[in-house]
């Protein structure tokens, strides 16, 4: 069973950066399509970002598009998330799901807190 373990999240100041990191283990990531998602304070979770099991295809939220960039790296079970001019609506719980069919795995989330 895939599992998913986020890291990198942290304190930014507005117009900073950060590099998440999802870590997989259990099984090969091969055949999994990686998505990003996050939950803001009394929100409820939206998608970010998608990358396609081979990493041809990626999408983006429009919120997000021009400044976060996902990929992902096969060979050492690993998906990340470069995030750019960060905004104070940027905070939230992110979390990394793997998807193969129907079937849905999740991390446990990093948090990315973007405050002066």
């Known amino acids: 069973q895939l599992q998913l373990v986020e890291s990198g999240g942290g304190l930014v100041q507005p117009g900073g950066s950060l590099r998440l990191s999802c870590a997989a283990s259990?099984?090969?990531?091969?055949?999994?399509?990686i998505g990003w998602f996050r939950q803001a304070p009394g929100k409820g979770r939206e998608g970010v970002s998608f990358?396609?099991?081979?990493?041809?295809?990626?999408n983006y939220a429009d919120s997000v598009k021009g400044r976060f960039t996902i990929s992902r790296d096969n060979a050492k079970r690993m998906a990340h998330l470069e995030m750019n001019s960060l905004k104070p609506e940027d905070t939230g719980v992110y979390y990394c799901r793997g998807e193969l069919g129907s079937r849905e795995y999740w991390g446990q989330g990093t948090q990315v807190t973007v405050s002066s």
């Open positions: 990358i396609s099991n081979g990493g041809d295809r990626t």
């Open positions: 259990g099984v090969t990531l091969d055949r999994y399509g």
